[in-house]
């Protein structure tokens, strides 16, 4: 299944991602990350994503808007 870390806070490369997914018909799991999870946060990091969303996609993972990736997952 594909998950999706979000940010509850405005995140447009999140809408963006969301929104490319859907229109394709793809199905993600959605995760929101609140601010205060310091712990996710840290796990985030650990793992070298610097940025939200951080897309989970058989074994494949990055972060940001990448539609040329998104548009793979058809």
């Known amino acids: ?4 870390y979000t940010k509850r806070t405005f995140c447009s490369a999140c809408r963006q ?3 490319l997914l859907s229109k394709q018909g793809t199905k993600f799991e959605e995760i929101v990350v609140e601010e205060t ?6 796990h985030l990091r650990d793992s070298g ?3 939200f969303p951080v897309v989970i996609a ?4 990055w972060c940001g808007f990448r539609p040329d990736r998104l548009k793979l997952l058809v």
């Open 49 to 51: 994503f610097s940025q």
């Open 37 to 42: 999870d310091e712990e996710m946060l840290q």
């Open 58 to 61: 058989d074994g494949v993972t």
């Open 1 to 4: 299944m594909l998950k999706i």
């Open 17 to 19: 991602t969301k929104l």
